[in-house]
């Protein structure tokens, strides 16, 4: 996905050099961003099927059938599926974007219905994985500051949950994306979504900086200081509950909780700032490059540190099960104020890879 437009002039002595690094400068972002999409969601697919099956060959289902377990795996982690699923369809959305652009470029055949069409989608796409990441993030909140309701997993409660948090998350890309399509083609020559013009290198996306930041990178900006927050709260909460010795474990998790909180996105909204103030600096030409390895590969990062902690724990269960038995008789000694940091830490590290 890309910040802007690179606008071109003209050819002549003049605008030739200028003109040659920024088509080389798109074509660098273009194929990065379609190798470092193809990565995330080849790992999204991969770690997220590992999961499936881990969860299904766990000991604790053994007397339980296939679909039972899938069933009750969707039930309680309804909403990372989805988050999940999301982010695996923003990445393939930014594929198909990128290739259509460069289809554009080079000028092969227009067709502005297919431009708009997956600028549309990938708008949409992306502010579904954003309100996603806030969602998870204020569930993840609820948990570790141990304020979620006991009786969550009753089915009654659980539809109810669910229905909040879909309503709230499609609620809000929809209300963003019916503003920006209805000034699109509501309002003449509003051109909110760019179509493929001789005199741009055209993205597919929004089309001029107004537009970006109000529709995009300000509901990003709001999502970010939401989640950051709420990150902000339960570290204090935990951390005052953690002792120095276990501190750099601690520190793995925060850093693993701030990426599934989507906190990394701050490096789109200074990239969108500086491109926009210094278009044709050097260093915002390079900014452009570095958002769009942080962009997508966020897949990469947010499926890892959501699920490979519970892959690893459900297969090699007999390893962390014996572990359990150590901490269980270290529970009985009367000296157990080790023990309560050490089930602190257990119950942190479950709670953000399993919500």
Known sequence: MELNNLTTRPID???????????TLFLIETW?????????????LFITILYIVAHVKSRDHVKETRKF?????????????SYILCL???????????????????????VNSLCLSIGILTHSLWLLTLFHSNAVSFKIYLKLSKSLNGNLSDKKNWLKSATKIFSYIYGATILIMSCSVSIHFGISESNVYEHGQSDKINSCFLSQ?????VFFAFPILIILSVNTTLFLIVYLKTKATIDNSESDEMNNLFLKLAT??????????????????FPNHLMAQIIVLVTSCQVNLQGFFIVIGLFWSACYELLFKKKTSKNRGVNKNNNANPNNNNNNNIQNKFYFNNNITVL
């Open 88 to 110: 695996l369809a923003s990445h393939i959305a930014s594929i198909l974007h990128k290739l259509i652009s460069k289809y554009y470029v080079y000028n092969l055949q227009k």
């Open 209 to 213: 900086p107004l537009y970006l930041i």
């Open 260 to 277: 599934i909180m989507g906190l990394s996105w701050f490096l789109y909204v200074f990239g969108v700032v500086i491109i926009e103030i």
């Open 13 to 23: 002595n003049t605008t030739k050099d200028k003109l040659l690094f920024d088509n």
């Open 32 to 44: 990065l961003t379609i190798t470092l999409s193809c990565v995330s969601s080849l790992t999204i």
């Open 69 to 81: 377990i899938i069933k009750k795996l969707i039930k309680n982690e309804y909403l990372v599926i």
